[in-house]
Each structure stands twice: as structure tokens, then as C-alpha cells.
């Protein structure tokens, strides 16, 4: 299998808690209505939390800004991934799947790529 990662920001001006409420209650209801389209397998949100500690590890380290959130979902294969974005049906969905997400996601802020895990 494969997973797309995709690590978001929010659009400026929504806060973080308007950002969380969309992204579970209205896309992830709308992503999986149409998963099937996409050929995925799985859809995972891993939202980040507000906290002192988030801060403090990205403070000690140097690090940049948190991502809002990461989104994570499998496919089958690379091959089936790109089959399905390919097809008529995909075709349809893609332009409606892009003007849902630009409701919430800031993309020049945000980044997506595809990899494989390697199990230890």
C-alpha cells in the first residue's frame, strides 16, 4: 500500500477551532461519501491539539510553525491511484473535492506527498 500525506494550514482568518469543526464534521463526511471515487481505503485526520507542550518541543528545537493538522489516506497501489484520478467519475468529483478544501486549507501553506511506510 501507499498513503498520501497531506499536512494542512488553515486559511487566514479562520481560527484553529473553525478550521478543526469544518475538517471533521463536513469534509471527512464528504471525503468518505466518495472514497470509493478515489479508490481509498482509509482516511485518517490527525488534528493537531493546542497545547503548551506542542509549543515548547517546537520552541527547544528551533522548529517552524505546526501544521494544523495532517491528513492520511491509503491506497492500494501507486498504479490504482493513478487509475482512479484518471477516470470519468474523478474527473467530476476532483474540480468539487478542490472547492471544499479551499474552504478550510490554506494550500500555498500546506504540502502533499506520497509515501510507503516501513514498518521497525
Known amino acids: 500500500m501507499i498513503k498520501l500525506i497531506m499536512c494542512l494550514h488553515r486559511r487566514e482568518g479562520l481560527s484553529r477551532e473553525a478550521f478543526m469543526?469544518?475538517?471533521?464534521?463536513?469534509?471527512?463526511?464528504?471525503?468518505?461519501e466518495n472514497a470509493a471515487v478515489m479508490r481509498a481505503k482509509r482516511y485518517v485526520q490527525s488534528q493537531t491539539l493546542t497545547s503548551p507542550l506542542n509549543t515548547g518541543m517546537r520552541e527547544s528545537r528551533g522548529m517552524t510553525e505546526e501544521f494544523d493538522g495532517?491528513?492520511?489516506v491509503w491506497f492500494d497501489s501507486?498504479?490504482?491511484l493513478?487509475?482512479?484520478?484518471?477516470s470519468e467519475d474523478m474527473m467530476e468529483l476532483g474540480p468539487k473535492l478542490m472547492a471544499?478544501?479551499?474552504?478550510?486549507?490554506d494550500?500555498?501553506?500546506?504540502?502533499?506527498?506520497?509515501?510507503?511506510?516501513?514498518?521497525?
Do not use: K
Open 100 to 105: 471544499d478544501e479551499n474552504t478550510f486549507i
Open 21 to 32: 469543526d469544518y475538517w471533521q464534521n463536513s469534509h471527512g463526511p464528504f471525503f468518505m
Open 107 to 120: 494550500h500555498s501553506r500546506s504540502c502533499a506527498f506520497l509515501v510507503r511506510e516501513v514498518e521497525f
Open 82 to 86: 493513478m487509475e482512479a484520478m484518471g
Open 78 to 80: 501507486e498504479a490504482d
Open 70 to 72: 495532517v491528513a492520511e
